[in-house]
């Protein structure tokens, strides 16, 4: 019951947490210093409190876009066991209703961007959808292998107890969708190689050119839920990779904090060693992905 | 599926067939050898590891060590060369695109993976996964060399599909020992010395490694 | 009493149209009878199909002079769950008509469309409670036929007659093969009463024809892939309240027919499953593909009917698979989700053809490029056609989720594989609908963004105007139905579950262990979605709080660009390219490109156009050299006689040999 609590108040509480620990490490491997830990924190509250300007071309549907979208992404957090033995809300078939929320957030964060009548923020949202719906095989074919590795239909099964004795009989699988919903984590977030969120060329953005227009609390929301999504996957990763190996479960989610930070910091270390790929690429990039955990369906159903 | 002592050597298998649709989807040649040499020299170790199962270890070293210099480090050496003084572009322009080959690559694996075990085979016994392997990575080999336009991506398709080749006279090692390796490996050298003449030739004629040029001679 | 309402309901639906016709010299008045009778039937039915969902089913039959005939009826729960869009979103409609399609304005074609109207909701609604082939089959044919006079409403227009004439000569293909199936089911159970149909059992070779005529007949006016291609041009032709009667209602009359028929046989092949799921994956990708390449909002709708017939045939298909190996979560769960589908897509196709409508009423235009907006001039239609394209897209908390949420559950309990052993097949739906699912939620953020927001791209988007409160009150009422059925989808399991053990005829207590799973979960979507509202309101207020009343104004961003014209903003066509190349295997576009030329280019264009691949590069190529070849031949043998009796001969004696040769045994 604690802990249940607790994993979500880490929810609310640590992705920024992420953000600062990519920041790190990618100044580190530059060799440069990098902001402190808690610097995108700060940001978050320099940003709520300044005041915004709104683009004269926008309806309510651009102002609606930030708060729906971190609303769906604060619901989603509901349905991931997040350290804790299980979820929050725990249900057949909850995956479902994760991928369908963040799709939501997706889409009211497309639909403010176009609300703009900004050519570029139109070219950025074009980029967005096609990779969500490239992206979305994949993830679905992933929780398809897990719930036939582990004989159950919701996450807190698939990434607890399940694990345990999948991981034994079919770890080679297992490790062929970890590496898929790893590529969808990054592909998901608008991180390297899919996008790159440190570029300024409009051009050449997908997630950040969508928000461009929006300002103060408004963007303070878009980046907490961005945060919190990429809390999300991480916690969908590193649970399978852990697997049930801690029996205690305050050991289990100790362990858990210390996989995120490892996630945060394996993001940082493929963000410094790659480049972008061709925005024509990507599709490649999200087609393997779905090769891949379908290939890992296809051993499990053998 | 598996029973945990044999889950691990999935894994090499799996590698070999990742490795197969990563030489797909990958649209920088350099990248394409490189994923061959990796896959080359998996395979060499692969005896080793199905070592339990066969009988001399002395044929098993001698195979080890001959595919690793042939297939891991000598041929990719060569191609290296040949693309760097040929001065190839790096892009290996496909005729058809790379997510359908990918895909129908993929397909090929699957269909192998999902059939592979109502094959009547002289051998029972076997690892379960290398018959699939092998007929995947020949598959993708075919793929590979039917739809690259540049020469170099077809030595490539070639000696992926002289990897499958490889892994099937795993399956038959045992009683016909040298016979296959020597085989298998005289094969791969006749193909390389011919590709890279044709290679060489193209390129003399052309000025280009561009396999459609050759079209034009037709009229 | 239940049944006793529908047959009420279908009296007054047929004969509302009467009221247009007999108060022609007072268009107005006999526009407004004629609705008010379609309504007030409507509600009978309405109120009948939840009876009946609740468990109070009826049967009733007389004699009728015809051969084999019987004035045999039945409202079962699977009648029911049909009847309730079948006889909703028409009475819906026709209030919507009395501000889009005045009949003191439009004259003789609206009296011939008001009689149509009418005789098509009450033959729909007859083809559900029919219980004798025969009547299913009279029924069935007036419903084609008065389809095809609503097609035909606007014929003046040469793209409307070529459309009408596709639908008629598909709907008759379909017609026959149906004749062709009753034929052999009627020689199967030996009658041509439904109840004695019941129990057939489906091993036999003739049984294996009797479901290739079902899918074939049913399939074509249901638009499964590629028996779709009459579809898209035939709805986007019809007026739009028309187009959601056709799109939202009666397409689903082939699912039923299917779902009837399959429900006849005891034990099903699993090549049935296998089969309609393939075919419903292939409608689902393929009519969300085609539809993101279209540029006239009816047609890109019509598309994605295409598209929502191919995710409830999936349900369908694991359904029936479920019953092949024995899997009773698959046929609880299949049979909900592609049944709640029926009902849900008739709310949100019903609601966006509807919004497509007040949008083409305002501006005079369907053209995507040519829009733009419209959320500033028409924010009651800008919301609720965006909560359609929410609920289309499948995403919570609306009703496109709710149902799809079922066929992944089914889809996933097929690859677990409790009890029987799995069937991979089945499992395949599950990534498909994910596919289908983002590719539809980028199709309609195209649309609603093209359409409603950004700056208005021509003049005529310029002058839109709000649509009047007859048009705007059945909108509202479909986005409340959308919303509610996605907040409660509980509600609906123990109606969706009597009609799944009345089609499967399995005991009931094998489906109860599913259904109480499904139920559960129904629920706690419900409280996900609640959080959901309550984080949107919380945020809001903090929002509100934050930012206070004032706020400045300013242009958008330019990246330094200072003087963009609407012009310049990203339009449909380039927003949906990246995603339409990735079908270029099944797409051949034509362009048409004149590209800049010289220092100073004075002009270059590029436009595109994508033809149905079936319709226009299949079947249309074919007829059109099968009447060469045929014209060929009759100016070899025309005119003479002789020639003429040759030919006969030649048939007759043809017929003989193959006769002789074995024939059809």
């Not at chain 1, 910091?265 to 925005?279: K, N, Q, Y």
């Not at chain 3, 009467?18 to 509600?43: K, N, S």
Request: with cysteine.
């Amino acid at each position: 019951m604690i802990l249940a609590v607790l994993q979500l108040l880490a929810f609310l509480a640590l992705p920024p947490l992420l953000l600062g620990v990519i920041g790190r490490v990618k100044a580190r491997v530059a060799g440069r210093v990098g902001p402190p830990l808690l610097q995108p924190w700060r940001d978050l509250r320099r940003l709520a409190g300044k005041g915004a300007v709104f683009s004269r071309t926008t309806t309510w549907v651009f102002r609606a876009g930030p708060v729906v979208g971190l609303a769906a992404v604060l619901a989603a957090g509901l349905l991931v066991p997040m350290g804790a033995p299980s979820s929050a809300l725990s249900f057949a078939g909850d995956f479902a209703l994760l991928a369908g929320l963040l799709g939501l957030a997706r889409f009211v964060s497309v639909t403010a961007a176009l609300d703009t009548g900004s050519s570029f923020e139109g070219m950025g949202a074009a980029r967005e959808v096609t990779f969500a719906a490239l992206a979305e095989p994949a993830l679905f074919l992933g929780f398809l292998s897990l719930v036939r590795s582990t004989g159950g239909l919701d996450l807190s099964h698939l990434l607890g107890d399940g694990l345990a004795a999948a991981w034994q009989s079919d770890g080679p699988a297992l490790l062929l969708v970890a590496l898929s919903i790893f590529v969808v984590a990054l592909a998901e977030n608008a991180r390297l190689p899919v996008d790159d969120p440190s570029t300024h060329l409009e051009l050449t953005m997908v997630h950040e050119v969508m928000v461009l227009d929006h300002s103060g609390p408004d963007l303070a929301l878009i980046q907490y839920g961005a945060a919190l999504k990429l809390y999300l996957f991480g916690a969908l990763v590193v649970k399978l990779a852990l697997g049930a190996r801690f029996a205690d479960p305050a050991a289990a989610f100790v362990a858990f904090l210390c996989g995120q930070l490892l996630f945060a910091a394996g993001i940082g270390v493929v963000e410094s060693t790659m480049a972008r790929l061709r925005l024509s690429r990507v599709p490649q990039l999200l087609v393997g992905a779905s090769v891949l955990s379908g290939f890992a369906l296809v051993l499990l159903l053998r | 599926m598996t029973t945990p002592m044999t889950g691990w050597t999935d894994l090499f298998f799996l590698l070999v067939l990742v490795l197969d649709l990563f030489v797909l989807a990958s649209s920088r040649l350099r990248a394409g050898i490189r994923a061959v040499a990796a896959q080359g020299a998996l395979l060499a170790v692969l005896p080793v590891v199905l070592a339990g199962e066969a009988t001399e270890t002395r044929h098993v070293a001698v195979l080890v060590a001959g595919a690793l210099l042939v297939k891991g480090v000598g041929i990719p050496w060569l191609l290296a060369r040949a693309t760097r003084e040929s001065k190839i572009s790096r892009e290996a322009a496909p005729l058809l695109g790379f997510v359908p080959t990918l895909v129908l690559g993929a397909l090929g694996i699957v269909l192998a993976v999902w059939f592979a075990a109502d094959l009547p085979l002289p051998v029972p016994g076997k690892h379960p996964l290398l018959v699939p392997t092998s007929l995947g990575t020949v598959w993708c080999g075919l793929l590979l060399i039917m739809t690259r336009r540049k020469a170099v991506g077809q030595v490539l398709g070639f000696l992926v599909l002289e990897n499958g080749v490889f892994v099937l006279g795993l399956l038959l090692s045992d009683f016909m020992p040298a016979m296959v390796e020597v085989g298998v490996l005289l094969d791969l050298f006749a193909a390389v010395f011919v590709m890279g003449l044709v290679m060489f030739d193209i390129q003399r004629a052309f000025s280009s490694l561009d396999t459609e040029n050759l079209a034009s001679l037709r009229d | 009493m239940s049944l006793l309402l529908v047959i009420a309901a279908a009296g007054l639906a047929t004969s509302s149209g009467a009221w247009a016709l007999a108060l022609r010299r007072r268009p107005a008045l006999g526009q407004r009878l004629a609705t008010a009778t379609l309504v007030l039937g409507a509600a009978l039915g309405v109120a009948g199909a939840l009876l009946a969902l609740a468990g109070q089913g009826a049967a009733w039959s007389a004699a009728w002079p015809t051969p084999r005939g019987s004035l045999s009826l039945r409202l079962d729960a699977l009648s029911a769950i049909f009847l309730l869009p079948v006889l909703g979103l028409p009475a819906l409609a026709s209030i919507y008509g009395l501000g889009y399609w005045p009949q003191a304005a439009r004259g003789a074609a609206s009296i011939r469309l008001q009689l149509a109207f009418g005789l098509v909701t009450g033959a729909m609604a007859l083809v559900c409670v029919a219980d004798n082939a025969v009547l299913f089959l009279v029924a069935w044919e007036v419903m084609a036929l008065a389809g095809f006079l609503l097609v035909f409403t606007e014929h003046e227009k040469p793209e409307v007659q070529r459309a009408a004439f596709v639908y008629l000569a598909s709907a008759h293909a379909g017609n026959l093969a149906l004749f062709a199936l009753f034929a052999l089911l009627g020689r199967l159970a030996g009658s041509f009463e439904f109840a004695a149909m019941a129990g057939l059992d489906g091993g036999g070779p003739l049984a294996g024809w009797v479901f290739a005529l079902a899918l074939f007949g049913f399939g074509l006016k249901a638009g499964l892939v590629p028996l779709h291609f009459w579809l898209p041009g035939a709805h986007a032709a019809a007026p739009s309240h028309v187009s959601a009667l056709l799109s939202g209602v009666l397409l689903k009359t082939g699912i039923y027919g299917i779902l009837r028929v399959t429900g006849f046989f005891q034990q099903v092949p699993a090549a049935w499953g296998a089969a309609l799921l393939l075919a419903g994956a292939a409608s689902a990708v393929l009519g969300v593909a085609f539809a993101l390449a279209q540029h006239d909002v009816k047609r890109l709708l019509a598309y994605h009917s295409v598209e929502n017939l191919g995710i409830i045939a999936m349900g369908a298909g694991l359904a029936l698979l479920g019953r092949s190996s024995g899997n009773p979560a698959l046929v609880v769960l299949g049979f909900s989700g592609a049944a709640l589908h029926v009902v849900n897509h008739a709310a949100f196709k019903g609601l966006l053809f509807l919004g497509a409508g007040a949008v083409d009423h305002a501006t005079g235009t369907r053209e995507l490029d040519h829009l733009g907006g419209l959320a500033r001039a028409m924010p009651f239609t800008a919301a609720f056609f965006l909560v359609g394209a929410a609920a289309i897209s499948g995403l919570p908390p609306l009703n496109g989720f709710a149902s799809e949420w079922l066929v992944f559950l089914a889809s996933f309990h097929a690859i677990l594989g409790h009890g029987a052993a799995a069937t991979p097949l089945a499992g395949l739906a599950a990534p498909t609908l994910a596919l289908v699912g983002g590719l539809a939620a980028a199709c309609f953020a195209k649309v609603f963004g093209t359409v409603f927001l950004g700056q208005p791209r021509s003049p005529a988007a310029g002058r839109g105007h709000e649509a009047s409160p007859a048009m705007l009150a059945p909108m509202g009422v479909l986005a409340v139905a959308c919303a509610v059925i996605g907040l409660l989808p509980a509600a609906w399991l123990p109606g969706l579950v009597r009609a799944a053990v009345a089609w499967s005829g399995l005991p009931g207590p094998l489906l109860a262990g599913p259904a109480a799973e499904a139920a559960r979960g129904a629920w706690k979507v419900s409280l996900v979605a609640a959080a959901l509202l309550l984080g949107v309101a919380l945020l809001a207020g903090w929002r509100r709080l934050r930012l206070g009343r004032s706020q400045p104004a300013a242009p958008t961003w330019g990246c330094g660009f200072a003087r963009p014209s609407p012009r310049m903003q990203y339009t449909g066509s380039s927003f949906a390219e990246q995603l339409v190349l990735r079908f270029g295997w099944v797409f051949f576009p034509r362009t048409r490109v004149e590209p800049p030329t010289g220092l100073f280019p004075r002009r270059a264009a590029f436009g595109s156009h994508l033809p149905d691949t079936i319709l226009d590069l299949g079947i249309l190529p074919a007829l059109g050299s099968a009447v060469r070849v045929t014209d060929r031949l009759r100016a070899q043998f025309g005119g003479r006689v002789q020639s003429k009796v040759f030919l006969v001969l030649v048939g007759v004696l043809g017929l003989l040999a193959w006769l002789a040769l074995g024939g059809p045994g």
